[in-house]
Antibody, heavy 122, light 108 residues
Framework: QLQLQESGPGLVKPSETLSLTCTVS??????????WGWIRQPPGKGLEWIGSIYYSGSTYYNPSLKSRVTISVDTSKNQFSLKLSSVTAADTAVYYCARPVITMTLGGFDPWGQGTLVTVSS | EIVLTQSPGTLSLSPGERATLSCRAS???????LAWYQQKPGQAPRLLIY???SRATGIPDRFSGSGSGTDFTLTISRLEPEDFAVYYC?????????FGQGTKLEIK
């Protein structure tokens, strides 16, 4: 059974870079034609897609975040990562990693990681 | 960017009733790449429907999705107590995913 787990600091200072990793277990990140995604949810608010990456490194980003986002993949560790630079309080959110249920699509996510709360504060 | 507008914002119903949730897109959603999720407090979203009408694994058949183009609907035929939650639609037919703002389904 495929499982995803987010990890990284729960507190980041304003203007610094948020870094999270999603570790995939129960399957290989490079064994089939899936895009792997990051989604976030500010406290009490809705869902926002951040971006997605293919195991080859091909990426798609949310245009509203594109200038600050980098998503990368490490197939040797079966992980993919998120970096968000120049963070502000507006970036405080629960960050989820997820995989689409259908290959070669960017959504219809299942499964999801449990999510990790990242707070931006000095 | 495709904007998704969900209605109503809040839906108050009783167990056993039928729920109809709407998701309208600002432009046509390619290949009916439209998904529905259920989210309960403190939990990750749970995929219910993908491809506009395909139920995800383990989802009860009281949940059904329909629609194409710009108008999509999630129907819950007979509400169970565990169905009261927030529901989101998502389009993934372009190179940029977007989510609707959510519909809260509450017990009347």
């Amino acid at each position: 059974q495929l499982q995803l787990q987010e990890s990284g600091p729960g507190l980041v200072k304003p203007s610094e870079t948020l870094s999270l990793t999603c570790t995939v277990s129960g399957g290989s990140i490079s064994s089939s034609s899936y895009y792997w995604g990051w989604i976030r949810q500010p406290p009490g608010k809705g869902l926002e897609w951040i971006g997605s990456i293919y195991y080859s490194g091909s990426t798609y980003y949310n245009p509203s975040l594109k200038s600050r986002v980098t998503i990368s993949v490490d197939t040797s560790k079966n992980q993919f990562s998120l970096k968000l630079s120049s963070v502000t309080a507006a970036d405080t959110a629960v960050y989820y990693c997820a995989r689409p249920v259908i290959t070669m699509t960017l959504g219809g996510f299942d499964p999801w990681g449990q999510g990790t709360l990242v707070t931006v504060s000095s | 960017e495709i904007v998704l507008t969900q209605s109503p914002g809040t839906l108050s119903l009783s167990p056993g009733e039928r729920a109809t949730l709407s998701c309208r897109a600002s432009q046509s959603v390619s290949s009916s790449y439209l998904a529905w999720y259920q989210q309960k407090p403190g939990q990750a979203p749970r995929l219910l429907i993908y491809g506009a009408s395909s139920r995800a694994t383990g989802i009860p058949d009281r949940f059904s999705g329909s629609g194409s183009g710009t108008d999509f609907t999630l129907t819950i035929s007979r509400l169970e107590p565990e169905d009261f939650a927030v529901y989101y639609c998502q389009q993934y037919g372009s190179s940029q995913d977007t989510f609707g703002q959510g519909t809260k389904l509450e017990i009347k």
